[in-house]
C-alpha cells in the first residue's frame, strides 16, 4: 500500500508542476477585448475619433491586453445602416459596443438587443441621457453647452473681453480652458448697456434640420446671443446636413444673398470648412491678421469639432474660432472605458470632455499631438474579472 502511495504521489508531481506553470502563464497571459466601434461615418470628426480608438488599442498591447477593434459603420449618417452596423458588432459577439447615434431614437432598439445579449454600451458624442435606454457610459458632452462656447468666441470676437478680436484682452496661458464657465465669469462683469454695444451681423449653417444635435446646438448658440442683442443672426439657419459640400453651398447662398454680414457659424467642422472655402473663393474670408473690422463685407468664420484639418485652419488664421468636441478623447477613453466594462470593473457614467473654444494661441495644443493623460493598463490587468 505504501508502495502504492510511492507511485501516485511520483505521477502526480509533475503534473501539479505543470498545473503550477500553466497557471502562471495564464495570469501573464493578454486578455483579449474585443470592442465594437459603431460611428455614423468614418470620415472626418470620426475618422479622429477611429484613429484615437486604434491608437489606445496599440496602447495597451504588452501592458496586459489584447485590444480589438472592429469599426463597422454606413455612410453620410444613414440611420438604417447604423443600426445594422450595430446588430452585425452583436451577431460578432464583441465585449462592448461604442456608438456614436446618428439618431438617438433610432438607435435605442438596437442598442437594448445589444444589452440583452450581454454586451456593455458606451455612447460618445454626447451627455444627455438617453430614455429608456441603459448605458454603461458616456463620453463626449453637453451638446447645448458647446454651442454656448461657440457663441462665446463670437461674442469676444466682437467685442466682449477674452482673447479674441476687438475686446479687451485677458491675460491668459495657452493651456487655460476656454470653457463655458471661463466665458461666463468674464461676461458677467459687462453691463446690459455694455453687451448692447457689440454689434455685428452674422448667419448660421445648422446639421440637419430637426436633428436632435442640430437643435440642441441652435438653441446653446441663442442662449448667448440673447444677452448680445446687437449681434444679429440674419435670416433663418441654412441645413448642411453636416457635409462640407452642403456647407460649402448654403455659405455660398449666404454671401450672395448679404454683402454686410460679419461672421458664419456652422455647427460642425465639416460645414466650417466648406463655409471657409466658400468665402475664401468669394475673396471674402476675414483671417485673425487682418483684425476685427464690421461692415466691410468679409466674414469670419467659427465652427464646432476641432479635427487635425481644422487646427491647421486655425493656427493658419484662417478659421478665428471652434469649439473642441475631444474626438481624440472619444477614443483614447473610449477603450479605456471599454475594457473596464469587460472586466467588470466600476466606470465613469460620465466622461465629459469640456468644451472649449481653440483659436490661434492654444490651437498646437490639441494636434498633431493632443495632451492625453495615460492610461494605467498594469493596474487594470491586475484587477480585471474577465
Known amino acids: 500500500m505504501k508502495r502504492l502511495r510511492q ?16 497557471g502562471a502563464h495564464s495570469q501573464d497571459a493578454p486578455i483579449e477585448v474585443t470592442i465594437g466601434w459603431a460611428p455614423p461615418d468614418v470620415s472626418g470628426v470620426f475618422k479622429t475619433a477611429t484613429d484615437f480608438f486604434e491608437k489606445s488599442a496599440a496602447d495597451a498591447k504588452g501592458k496586459g491586453f489584447d485590444v480589438k477593434i472592429i469599426t463597422s459603420t454606413g455612410q453620410g449618417h444613414d440611420i438604417a445602416q447604423q443600426v445594422n452596423a450595430i446588430d452585425d458588432l452583436i451577431q460578432q459577439q464583441v465585449d462592448v459596443i461604442a456608438v456614436s447615434p446618428a439618431d438617438v431614437n433610432s438607435v435605442k432598439p438596437a442598442l437594448r438587443r445589444a444589452k440583452e445579449a450581454g454586451i456593455g454600451v458606451i455612447v460618445v458624442n454626447l451627455l444627455e441621457p438617453i430614455e429608456g435606454l441603459e448605458v454603461d457610459s458616456y463620453i463626449g458632452y453637453d451638446n447645448t453647452v458647446a454651442a454656448e462656447v461657440s457663441a462665446s468666441a463670437v461674442a469676444d470676437y466682437f467685442g466682449a473681453p477674452g482673447v479674441l478680436g476687438a475686446g479687451d484682452k485677458l491675460d491668459v496661458k495657452p493651456e487655460t480652458y476656454l470653457d463655458r464657465a471661463f466665458w461666463k465669469e468674464n461676461f458677467d462683469k459687462l453691463t446690459p448697456e455694455q453687451k448692447a454695444a457689440i454689434k455685428a451681423k452674422g448667419v448660421i449653417i445648422e446639421g440637419v434640420s430637426g436633428n436632435f444635435y442640430s437643435n440642441t446646438r441652435l438653441t446653446g448658440f441663442r442662449n448667448v446671443l440673447k444677452d448680445f442683442p446687437g449681434i444679429e443672426i440674419v435670416g433663418a439657419p441654412c441645413a448642411g446636413d453636416w457635409k462640407r459640400e452642403k456647407g460649402t453651398n448654403c455659405a455660398e447662398d449666404f454671401l450672395q444673398a448679404h454683402d454686410d454680414i460679419d461672421f458664419i457659424w456652422a455647427a460642425s ?19 485673425a491678421s487682418d483684425g476685427v473690422k464690421v461692415g466691410d463685407g468679409k466674414v469670419a468664420i467659427f465652427t464646432n469639432d476641432v479635427t487635425p484639418e481644422s487646427v491647421d485652419r486655425i493656427a493658419e488664421g ?6 473642441t468636441h475631444g474626438f481624440a478623447d472619444w477614443g483614447w477613453y473610449g477603450t479605456k ?8 470593473q466600476d466606470v465613469e457614467k460620465i466622461f465629459d470632455i469640456r468644451p472649449r473654444t481653440v483659436e490661434i494661441n492654444n490651437a498646437r495644443l490639441f494636434y498633431p499631438d493632443p495632451k492625453l493623460e495615460q492610461i494605467d493598463w498594469a493596474t487594470m490587468r491586475a484587477n480585471c474579472k474577465k
Do not use: D, W, Y
Not at 7 to 22: C, E, F, K, Q
Not at 269 to 287: D, I, K, Y
Not at 318 to 323: F, N, V
Open 269 to 287: 467642422n465639416e460645414m466650417g470648412l466648406g463655409a471657409m472655402l466658400a468665402a475664401q473663393n468669394a475673396g471674402r474670408l476675414e483671417t
Open 337 to 344: 472605458i471599454a475594457v473596464e466594462i469587460a472586466c467588470k
Open 7 to 22: 507511485v501516485l504521489a511520483a505521477a502526480i508531481a509533475p503534473l501539479a508542476i505543470i498545473a503550477s506553470v500553466s
Open 318 to 323: 484662417k478659421l478665428i474660432g471652434e469649439t
